[in-house]
């Protein structure tokens, strides 16, 4: 299995600039978690979506994060506009389904380090 | 709401020795599931040990063991052997099982370093 995959690792941008991190979870995994992680706030939960549909999204910081989940293999986390304050690792996760597994554990993507100057 | 805290922002240990992380929660469900991830320079969340609330019998992974007390909402992880690659930061991680979707609370984080 690839493991959940995430792109581009690094992104550097300009402030006021559009950002669009990508992520592919595990094949047959039905649920897909965006987080944030800083060293003030540490891990935060931003959206989750269940079979391709949000189901939470009260951790969405402003109007300016967006995502969507298209299909099953693909989501994606945009920031228009981008602020200095968003400079962040941004982390991809999977999840089976609660019938398939005996625990609730999540697979983390490698991340994207975002930097906005 | 579910709360996670990891008391120890660092921790030191020399290499083949043994160290504990402390990690302490808060919660009103009876049924739930813990779970230790271990972040290494690389950046990577890798998953370490899991632990189901209704099991009394502690997790094991090779070297990695958890000390489990339900009633005191204490779940540290025990690392024996302790070995270089070990580095890290461990967080320590809740699901309150079937009521809250896929929410999984995060702790602060320890940083562990082991020393050669």
């Known amino acids: 299995d690839a493991g959940v995959i995430q792109s581009p690792r690094h992104e550097v941008t300009e402030m006021g600039q559009e950002v669009t991190l990508r992520c592919k979870p595990i094949?047959?995994?039905?649920?897909l978690f965006w987080y944030r992680q800083t060293m003030m706030r540490g891990l935060e939960l931003l959206i989750y979506f269940n079979n391709n549909v949000p189901i939470d999204d009260s951790g969405m910081p402003e109007d300016r994060f967006s995502a969507k989940m298209p299909n099953a293999s693909f989501s994606t986390l945009k920031i228009q506009p981008s602020e200095p304050r968003d400079s962040a690792v941004y982390f991809c996760?999977?999840?089976?389904?609660?019938?398939?597994?005996?625990?609730?554990?999540?697979?983390f993507g490698p991340g994207t380090r975002l930097t906005v100057t | 709401a579910q709360t996670v805290t990891q008391s120890q922002p660092e921790m030191s240990v020399q290499e083949a020795e043994t160290v504990t992380l402390s990690c302490t929660y808060d919660?009103?469900?009876?049924?739930?599931?813990l779970f230790w991830y271990k972040q290494p320079p690389s950046r990577q969340m890798i998953l370490v040990i899991r632990?189901?609330?209704?099991?009394?019998q502690n997790a094991t992974e090779n070297r990695f063991s958890v000390n489990f007390q339900k009633a005191a909402k204490s779940f540290s992880l025990k690392i024996s052997d302790s070995q270089l690659g070990d580095t890290a930061m461990y967080f320590c991680a809740f699901h309150a099982g079937g009521t809250s979707y896929g929410k999984l609370t995060f702790g602060q984080g320890t940083i562990l370093t082991v020393h050669p």
């Open positions: 094949s047959g995994h039905d649920y």
């Open positions: 919660t009103s469900e009876n049924n739930y599931y």
């Open positions: 632990q189901e609330a209704y099991k009394q």
């Open positions: 996760a999977s999840s089976p389904d609660r019938s398939r597994t005996s625990s609730y554990e999540q697979y």
